[in-house]
């Protein structure tokens, strides 16, 4: 269990020496691309599971019912709060970023169309944990790339390393803060907003550290 140990992300030959780099390495790009489509594949896939919402959905959707504004927008003014709370833990933006935003929702999109719809209670379950799996590998590979992450994932990598604490603490944390506040603001969540609350954090974890140690040997400790 080696994995939840760790504290930030590797550095393998292919990472970019800085997120914030415009001329990056093809081999860089081209994981970038594979980890955030895995992200984007593991998200349909546990949405077409139809268990719950990820726990960001259910802020969104609490946001949304105090403001009166739709979810697309509501999910916009979280995402912007949280990039704000970049600032403090001086997190830098990079090509990621945008890649992320654009990649995992064109993903979504047309993986969605395609994925099964299990009705079987058993079959969803095991449909949600597939989802979050992904979501944690597509996340160690696209974050080891090291051109920016989403907003969720750098608050999760600055709050790792300004407290020293492991990810995947950290990252359950957040997520179970994120379904606390959202339900007290009026948003609903489910069997699979439980599964992707306490789940994703290790998996991001384990994705990260299988990442690391396939590439360049690296250790957890």
């Known amino acids: ?62 946001v949304g019912r105090m403001a009166g504004v739709r979810l697309g927008l ?47 209670i058993a079959l969803q379950i095991a449909q949600a944990v597939v989802g979050v799996l992904l979501v944690g590998l597509g996340s160690g590979i696209y974050l080891v790339a090291n051109l920016g992450s989403g907003p969720r994932d750098g608050l999760m990598t600055g709050l790792a390393r300004r407290t020293d604490l492991p990810i995947a603490g950290v990252r359950t944390s957040l ?18 907003t439980v599964l992707f609350a306490f789940g994703i954090g290790p998996a991001v974890s384990l994705g990260l550290y299988a990442v690391g140690l396939i590439f360049a040997g690296v250790d957890a400790d």
Do not use: D, H
Request: proline letters at 7%; glycine letters at 10%; charged letters at 10%.
């Open 1 to 62: 269990m080696k994995f939840l140990k760790l504290k930030k992300v590797p550095v393998v030959t292919w990472s970019s020496p800085q997120p914030l780099n415009l001329r990056p390495r093809l081999s860089t790009l081209f994981y970038l691309c594979v980890g955030l489509s895995i992200f984007g594949l593991g998200e349909a896939t546990l949405v077409s599971a139809n268990v719950g919402v990820s726990p960001w959905t259910v802020l969104a959707q609490g």
């Open 175 to 192: 997520e179970l803060a994120a379904v606390a506040v959202g339900w007290s603001l009026g948003g609903t969540f489910g069997l699979g």
């Open 74 to 120: 509501a999910t916009l003014l979280v995402s912007v709060c949280v990039l704000l709370l970049w600032i403090p833990l001086r997190q830098t933006p990079g090509i990621g970023t945008v890649a992320n935003a654009l990649i995992v929702s064109l993903v979504i999109e047309l993986s969605y169309r395609i994925l099964p719809q299990p009705e079987a």
